[in-house]
């Protein structure tokens, strides 16, 4: 047997080292991001549907639509910067 052959089938086998490729940390912030933006707008729900059926705090209704606003507008400007980078990238030369 050549040492080469025995070298080369070495080299080629698979190693038990090798280490399976992890998700990226960024995933786990993106799913708390989404998670609370569906959290925050089924609370400002929760409170519009007790405003109306029970005559709920005023205050309260005010404060829950104030933050479901501020989730919405957030989640389009994001939306816009990322349909604009895309854009940009879809832009430069190959």
Do not use: K, N
């Amino acid at each position: 047997m050549d040492i080469r052959q025995t070298l080369a089938a070495h080299s080629y086998a698979p190693s038990p080292l090798t280490q399976q490729p992890q998700p990226a940390d960024g995933g786990d912030i993106f799913t708390q991001a989404v998670s609370g933006f569906a959290d925050t707008l089924a609370q400002g729900e929760a409170q519009a549907r007790a405003a109306m059926t029970t005559g709920a705090d005023p205050h309260s209704l005010v404060t829950a639509l104030a933050q479901t606003e501020l989730a919405v507008e957030t989640a389009v400007t994001i939306r816009d910067r990322v349909v604009e980078a895309y854009q940009e990238i879809l832009r430069m030369p190959v």
